[in-house]
């Protein structure tokens, strides 16, 4: 058997959110645009913010509006439109020429019309017409119609599952998607995440929001906006969310926020998405430059990669310490020729994060190749909230394939705004079954 084991890494880290782009709904930022608008935009912009829901402004003149958000460089993706008005195709003409002018992508509904918290079928089967007909005229003239659902859509109807299992099955892709806003898909008691693979591909927008620990699920699509909280800290499970976002191709998130506290919350809400993004580069790129490191067999990098403090236990009792582990690898007694992962998996929670990953790897004994697949699993767990900091790290790795086990733990890195380093002290033990 060979044996892996790992690492003090030199990492760069960056701002970008990988394959997605983050902006906010117009709402959100009520506070900043109040008195004065180009101030707001000014503040939105040194944010970061560029992608925009909302297609207009309620403090002026379309054209002036315009000509601030080109001045500072936002991009209007989507605007809202009212059920009422997809219901007659002149009023479409009126959407599409609105959205045209703003450069936007995407016409979103918010709202089924129904009578108070009595949402029918009757009302479900006339939102799937009523859409499947205007997202053919908005798609013919290059707009794309997406759905915002409430959460009311999950009540029974007569026939298997839920409305919005009806809807997701009757509307035409090929003119309708939706806008999932992952509160109110959670408000009565579904897993967003769970949606979003549930149906890939349908889903190019979402709405980030997280509510409240503790808060009482309802089918009403209402809920006390004071619910509203940080992103991170309520009950939705956002790093799930971006992770499965990931996997089924959302290419915007729109952070919505509806509470009083919108624009003190709005710079936490970024601040955790871009600490959720280090961590998972951070890991991403960790497991990379380990492999990479093994199977160069370079001794300066093996010696940059490892503590002081690394020891190897095997089956038969037997302990490498890191100048043993490294010895082996320069002298090919542990001889990797190639090492390759599929399915890497990467999912940060809270101050927890852990990949999943498969791993093909070719060893050397003898001139001889043998290949050996392997899965594992790495479970990270962080001492502060925040990148800049220092964390600490413990890894379980499984190794299913040639039926070993290793446990790895007590590893360290710190990470710093743009650039960081990596320090992992291993305690390895290995059982061969």
Known sequence: MKYITALTLLLFLSMQ?????????MGTARDYLREDTEQGLIKLKNLGIKYLEGAGSRNMPRAQYKTLLDKYGFDVVAGGVNFDKLENADSIRTIIENLKFFDAEYAVCYWIPHKGDDFTFTDMQKGVEVFNRAGKQLAEAGISLLYHAHGYEFRPYPGPGTMYDYMMENLDPRYVNIEMDVFWMRNPGQDPAALLRKYPGRFPITHLKDRMIGS?????????????????TGDVNIAEVMKA????????????DESSRA????????????????????????????HKAIVDADSLALMNLTTEELTYGHSSGAVENRQLFISNLLSGKSDFAKIEVTDQDVTVKGDVAWVRLNMAAELVNAGAITPI???MLYIWTRACRYPGHLYKLTIVCKQTYNLSLLLISSIEFAAVKGLGSIKVTLNVSNTER
């Open 263 to 290: 624009g003190t919350q709005l710079p936490l809400h970024l601040a955790y998405l871009k600490s959720l993004d280090y961590d998972v580069q951070g890991v991403e790129l960790s497991v990379e430059r380990l």
């Open 17 to 25: 959110i990988k394959a997605q782009e983050v902006g906010i709904i």
């Open 373 to 375: 697949a392997l899965k």
């Open 216 to 232: 009482v699920d309802n089918l009403n699509g209402r809920q006390d906006t004071e619910r509203n909280v940080v992103l991170g």
């Open 245 to 256: 976002s990931k996997e089924v191709g959302v290419k915007y998130h729109f952070i919505e």
